[in-house]
């Protein structure tokens, strides 16, 4: 058998390319962070309906919100491999553009932990733009839940990550 | 109040805005599929590693399909709004493209029912690639999740959709 | 061994007094529908508080009411002995009184199924009670969930049930 | 935008009413307790038959207790903005009155966490009345579960707080 | 490829031998029900401590029969290619031998669907098991959990199954 | 009543022989592993049909190795009595024998925490072990899951645990 971690580097697969959660027992606990970013693309017609219920009671929104910080609690749930984690703060941010037909999310996690909290952020992310989808999906069925990824992460042995070269306007309430 | 589901077209909210699920009950069971896709870029010699993992022992994918396939039966759990349903079958499949640094996922869900089965197949897709991002993640964090669309759906009042203008060719296997 | 059911008339106690899983095979799959109220005491402060939150963004209801949805869904896996359901519809309302310091909320849940939603209609009232009591407790710790009822219930061999000499003013919004 | 924290003192809106975990992350991990209580209003002939079937096996009282216990681990699923947390003990107690129709609920909940455990508490006793509701229904309709209310805590910054004014007889056992 | 379903005979696997769920769309529902039995072997003096506790409250047997009942109903959440179901009865059993150490344990489940209950029946009987080693764990380390398999089903194309040349006393309460 | 702890030994019941969740407030926090395994018997025939499929994808136990690792997080939410925990890591390995038609199943849990890992780690056995049972019955439904036992334990007060006279050969890969 040849597929050694040295090998593949992929930190998932053992010796002998099986799945196994990464023994992370004797990591400190420290503090970390991650901030995840995504893109939902639909019709501008959509966007403004969106908009038309969200300044009145916002609902679209609070729901995935929930949805968003309800499934980072549960990544660990989701995602075989991942470590489950307590939480420590979880932030669901939305950004509504009528003209591009974009609305852009965002989702900040924190903990204090022997891993990182990035699959948390990205399950947020995508969990939040899932609802949105599930919510409008009568009135416009062609939306692309589109560009989801890691913006940044702090923590850990690894250190401070930030995205490079990718700068999308920070969302700012709805 | 004016925001009466006429004015929004959101099935969703109601007379006042606020979210409910839609009451369904009167509505007939019926054979219903749901296809969806999504890619997932990475670093064409991420795709390499995984595809050197897959073609000893596949685990990448297989974690992946398994945690999309668990994913599509608890999406009423995840997405709020969503209704209990009982699935009748799940496949998830992935194409990789090292060339590029693309993988390709499809996810195909089938329920007899009152509602379709869109969100779950959704679902498969999105947790599906998050799984991928995680077992990756120690090599590449710049993987973006992209382009998660339903491809067609059929049954149901609303009858059978196929996505206009997009023709991604189709996974086989991994 | 004489605690049979005739004798103790508890559905769910076996002839030993067992706990077990009512058996419904046989039953005949109706249209079932229950409403529950709840009343959550509180400073009437408190109330204004959320109203002020309320209305410019709904917040302490929206969430409430999304956990109360949510919760309906997963009764089955929180009661012991409840059946499975696949729910065809939940509302959660709230009518919130300054004056008296109450929020009276409601949750109506329908199914086609072979047993009745009365417990999927009270878990979404408890839940979304509890909700509202998470989000106020940093100003108000003495809050009160009180008065937690079956209303009415519909559809299955036992017929109808309207609960006597009670007329709590019905909810309406927020 | 003018409802800020400061305005609306609740500590899940930020600054523009929107929903969100409050970040926990700084604070310390503290040895927390909190006791909740709660009533169950039934016929005076149910809580007899109830406590029939407890004195020979006990078994309406032990699926409530488990119920309790099993819920109370997964407060942080069902109330969005909770936290996860560890629980390190929780008990749950039921003391019957059949001359008052009453049964009384106590739940005491601990930890070593960031968060006070008072949710906690009060979704065990909540579950563990469903629970009791759920295995009498059968037999009466017209219970009522009433005054749930926190009893105590300790622990974390805000100290220990005492229920005033209320001093329900303590349950004991069955 | 030349793994197909024709020569491994495997139905979870498709034709390049990866994971899927079954198709059972098209297959009709019927009455089905499956019953699984288990072992638990401990010291003699193991199963006297049970009875002790058992017959004055029945706790051990309770909490193990409410874990096995409420396992039941989660069995499509734990087997990632099993079909969800609505389970429509759930009965969960022991036998005690404190001569040989020995508990027997026995669960009969019951739905009306497309695909059977043995793996519910068998995931009953397991969780139960599970339960009952934790609560005896801190006096016997040396239990095991032996024999779990399927004693009978019925309904379904496959029609009746009867396990040959096996006979174990049926359980009868505690 | 007399059916003190002291009597009974029986850690999870109180001194009314009811179900409690042992207080592990006061306890520290110390590295812990445990090590289970678990064989399953079956048609030799049958294990060689796994192995066919091993070769080429690694199928059947990939997805049983994945089940056991989801299902020992979700342990806590299994056993009634189980404390909530931050596993650390997981590893489950399989190795086949065709010759006496036995599958032997492995699984190693780590964590740092106030409670060992004992049941985490059998949970994973039996979860991986039912997964295989789901996989083949269409094939063998006379398979038997049998002698699931903890082999050692490290870590907490009661100290380094090694089951006696029991070796099994090692699990090896697939």
């Known amino acids: 058998m040849t597929h050694s971690k040295e090998k593949t580097g992929l930190s998932h697969l053992d010796d002998q390319g099986q799945a196994k959660m990464v023994d992370v027992t004797a990591k400190d606990e420290t503090t970390r962070e991650a901030v995840a970013c995504g893109i939902i693309r639909m019709q501008p017609e959509t966007v403004r309906l969106i908009q038309v219920g969200g300044l009145s009671k916002g609902d679209v929104f609070s729901v995935a919100r929930v949805a968003g910080i309800m499934a980072a609690k549960k990544t660990w749930g989701l995602i075989p491999l991942c470590h489950p984690l307590m939480l420590t703060g979880i932030d669901v941010s939305f950004n509504s553009n009528p003209e591009s037909g974009e ?68 969302p700012s309430g709805s």
């Open 103 to 170: 609305i852009a999310l965002e989702a900040r996690v924190k903990t204090v932990g022997k891993t990182g909290v990035e699959m948390e952020a990205l399950t947020a992310v995508s969990v939040a733009a899932l609802t949105i989808y599930d919510m409008c999906k009568a009135v416009d069925r062609e939306m692309v839940i589109a560009e989801i990824f890691l913006q940044s992460k702090q923590g850990g042995r690894s250190g401070t990550f930030l995205r490079s070269g990718f700068s999308p306007s920070p």
